[in-house]
């Protein structure tokens, strides 16, 4: 008998409200039991009642199995009081692995044979935003940090995620040569622990010749782990080799709460007329089903997604004319 998973959808912003209700269709689909919980953060929710996150949405991500994220918007001016809604949530829940992978699907511009995730530290670095400006801003100075605590439990994150997969390869970017102290504790913690994986073939690779070598041959990657800054401009690489926005998925993942969404933002630009893509979204739920436990599910799913991206109905942004839900409709059907 299987088990009934409790999920919570959060739409957030813009094109939220559209790739969400197409992605829980989709699951709906799968043939697996969801008991589906609506919460409420963002932009929106801010403007309704004065903060971004209510602690009522914390507590429904806390209290179900994982959660499937649509976007969140912020404003380009600094509004009192609000705060980003998922830099909030990746803090507040410790959400300390930051998973992209970067796999070839039928869409213009995708590299084949590419099938990777980047796993990028997600609590630390320079994204401790720690800046100070002296000399009446003439200097200015940024702290970066780096705990062996952090790096040790990113590099098991990574380290366990190579083992489920066929190739069993890591890499490990870093800087460690211009940084040997910061650089060289996440470096040597990860290299380190690798020792007790003798099966995950560990390697270390510099930042920069790792940007090269994923440009000329990305199909030799398996999994990345890097710091946060580093992550954070790799996984964009790695998105744009495999097609973009439209269907890059993430994960924000900790011990106890996990949080999938699309790449992309709330698209106020196209918000509202019911042509997003949901791909990405739906992609982002294939992971969510892994983290699960569901592989199966999650294999056919993104199956089903690869089938229709090669053969139509399509969104506007690869080139058809088809809306979000008749996208996900047929998805749905292909399952
Ligand atoms: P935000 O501030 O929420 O990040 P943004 O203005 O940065 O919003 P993005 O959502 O990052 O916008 O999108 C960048 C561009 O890509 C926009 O032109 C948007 O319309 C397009 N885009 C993003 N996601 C999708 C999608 N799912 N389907 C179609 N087009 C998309
Ligand atoms: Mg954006």
Redesign the pocket.
Known sequence: MSRTYKICLIEG???GHE?IPAARLVLEATGLKFDFVEAEAGWETFERVGISVPEETVEKIASTDATLFG????PNKKVPGFFGAIRYLRKRLDLFANVRPAKYHPVPGAREGVDLIVVRENTEGLYVEQERSYLGGELAIADTVITRKASSRIGEYALKLAMTRPRKQLHVAHKANVLPLTQGLFLNTVLEQAKNYPEVKTQDIIIDNCAMQLVIRPERFDVLVTTNLFGDIISDLTAGLVGG??IAASGNIGLDNAIFE?V???????AGKG???????ILSAAMMLDHLGEHEAARRLERAVDRVLENGPR???LGGDANTETFAKAVAAAL
């Open positions: 912003d813009g094109i790739v976007a969140a918007s912020s926005l439209g699309p992309h933002g709330s698209a106020p630009d196209i042509i997003a893509n949901p791909a990405a979204t969104t506007p942004d």
